[in-house]
């Protein structure tokens, strides 16, 4: 499709995402570094991103579902690679036989990680995960010595290889916090009791970005990044992406649907909770919460158009929302910038993030299907995208 024939598009800077994964590994020089590509490259696009992190020297990459292990898998990467959101009865073998790193939290996985490496003839990457007090998935102390010991029988009996011993911070991105100090002796106590069974795992981890960029001693043997690779700060506490010499990767921009004058009073989308304070130019922007646009912006979301940030006039609907112009003039076409590096005067992220009380996650993460993602790769120097690579028109990457 013609650039300029595209309702909206969000294009993504291959070069920012190279030049924040040697940011970050510059964080943490002796530790390896594992790129999490999960929920589509934090909507991204997670092939495009997965390749150019393993340019910038992403040894592992990580997702959360399998599935999304097996489209890496799909796209021809080789590397070291893990997942560790598991059901029961999920697929496995398929894991075991493509050579996925899979995260074990009770004796249930263990077991039908073990009947898997039995059906596919070969040993499972096994990477063992301890709950030190995030509460989500992971082995209580109780009942870690009897999956560690478990886990080094299956080792001994040759259907599976003990690769990791990792956790995950509650609190990482609030420094300070008591929580994180707790969770890293705890951390530590689980690492003991593996020895103590016998494992002897290749990788111990427990940082994500936030520990990485605040907790040297968190580091062990390699860090877990995510949405650090994709150049936003995982908390103003830790710092703005600027600060952190990271440089956001997505642009979300969308061309004027319609531009038009309207008298003073005139009511605004549904509900009418915005009208006119006089005779004003108004502009469509083609995007809307069917595309991740979140509709509580409504009223606050910040947009350049025209030169000038404004900010949502009135409801956002399903496919379009608002803005008031005052006296500025817009053609049909122009570009309209919802988010951005910020370096040319566009809102970024978090300054999404901020006016809808969420995190910058959450805004990049829900841009929907129906925004083609278009991979760029700009001049290092400047900032300027220089040459078009891959277009998504689905999102997946």
């Known amino acids: 499709m013609n650039e300029t024939a595209m309702r909206a598009r969000a294009a993504i800077d291959l070069a920012a995402v190279r030049s924040n994964v040697r940011a970050l590994r510059g964080r943490a020089p002796g530790a390896e570094l594992m790129a999490v590509v999960k929920a589509d490259g934090y909507g991204h696009g997670a092939v495009p991103c997965a390749r150019a992190a393993r340019a910038a020297g992403a040894s592992w990459l990580g997702t959360a579902l399998p599935e999304e292990a097996f489209a890496l898998r799909a796209a021809g990467d080789t590397g070291r690679l893990m997942c560790w959101l598991w059901t029961p ?233 608002v803005v008031d112009l005052g006296d500025d003039t817009a053609l049909p076409g122009d570009r309209a910038v919802l988010f951005g590096p910020g370096d040319r005067g566009e809102p970024t992220a978090e300054d999404w993030a901020q006016a809808t009380g969420t995190i910058g996650y959450e805004i990049v993460t829900r841009i929907g299907s129906r925004v083609p993602r278009v991979h760029l790769d700009s001049a290092p120097e400047t900032g300027v995208p220089a040459a078009a690579g891959s277009r998504d028109m689905g999102g997946t990457g």
Not at 151 to 175: K, M, N, Q, Y
Not at 181 to 203: D, I, K
């Open 89 to 321: 009865g999920g697929p496995w073998r398929t894991a075991v036989e493509q050579d996925i790193d899979v995260s074990v939290s009770a004796l249930w996985a263990l077991r039908e990680v073990t009947v898997a490496a039995r059906e596919a003839g070969r040993r499972a990457r096994v990477q063992l995960k301890a709950d030190t007090g995030l509460g989500r998935n992971g082995c209580q102390p109780d009942d870690w010595p009897e999956l560690t010991a478990a886990a080094r029988d299956a080792e001994s009996a040759g259907l599976i290889s003990v690769t990791g011993v990792w956790s995950h911070f509650a609190c990482a991105d609030e420094p300070g916090h008591p929580s994180i100090a707790a969770q890293l002796a705890a951390f530590r106590t689980a690492l003991a009791v593996a020895e103590t069974a016998g494992l002897r795992p290749e990788v111990r981890h427990i940082a994500n970005t936030p520990a990485l960029l605040t907790l040297p001693e968190a580091h062990f043997d390699l860090v877990r990044t995510g949405i650090g690779v994709y150049g936003i700060s995982p908390a103003p506490e830790v710092g703005t992406a600027r600060e952190l010499g990271l440089r956001p990767a997505m642009t979300l921009e969308a061309h004027l649907a319609s531009v038009k004058r309207v008298p003073e009073g005139h009511g605004v989308s549904y509900g009418h909770h915005y009208t006119t304070s006089g005779e004003v130019t108004l502009a469509l922007v083609p995007l809307g919460y069917a595309d991740g646009i979140p509709r509580h912006a409504s009223g606050s979301g910040p947009v350049l158009v025209a030169g000038k940030r404004r900010t949502v006039a009135g409801r956002i609907a399903m496919d379009q929302f």
